[in-house]
């Protein structure tokens, strides 16, 4: 069975940092993308990040470019979201995801909170 464990979430202040984890299980997760999502209250999940099988190719949405950073370790099934310079804004339920045979996202985590304090 396919699992996507997120951990890493938390309470901080604007202008601090925290490191997302996604440990995943119940295949080969190398073989495919993985990304982040989140959801803020009241409002509808969003893209935040995604990488590639290989952990070469990365794509964000424009408001964390250049304060996120999403990576991959192949080896231990895990990837992970560093989030830099957090803004308020930044508050949200933020879901690992993990796509399928046809580049779909297919796989979810449970989530983890984030809340930055302004």
């Known amino acids: 069975q396919v699992q996507l464990v997120e951990s890493g979430g938390g309470l901080v202040q604007a202008g601090d940092s925290l490191r997302l984890s996604c440990a995943a299980s119940?295949?080969?997760?190398?073989?495919?993308?993985m990304g982040w999502f989140r959801r803020a209250p009241g409002k509808e999940r969003e893209f935040v990040a995604r990488?590639?099988?290989?952990?070469?190719?990365?794509f964000y949405r424009d408001s964390v470019k250049g304060r996120f950073t999403i990576s991959r370790d192949n080896a231990k099934n895990m990837v992970y979201l560093q989030m830099n310079r957090l803004k308020p804004e930044d508050t949200a339920v933020y879901y690992c995801?993990?796509?399928?045979?046809?580049?779909?996202?297919?796989?979810w985590g449970q989530g983890t909170q984030v809340t930055v304090s302004s």
């Open positions: 990488i590639d099988w290989s952990g070469v190719r990365t």
């Open positions: 995801a993990a796509t399928g045979v046809n580049d779909d996202w297919v796989y």
């Open positions: 119940g295949r080969t997760f190398s073989r495919y993308a």
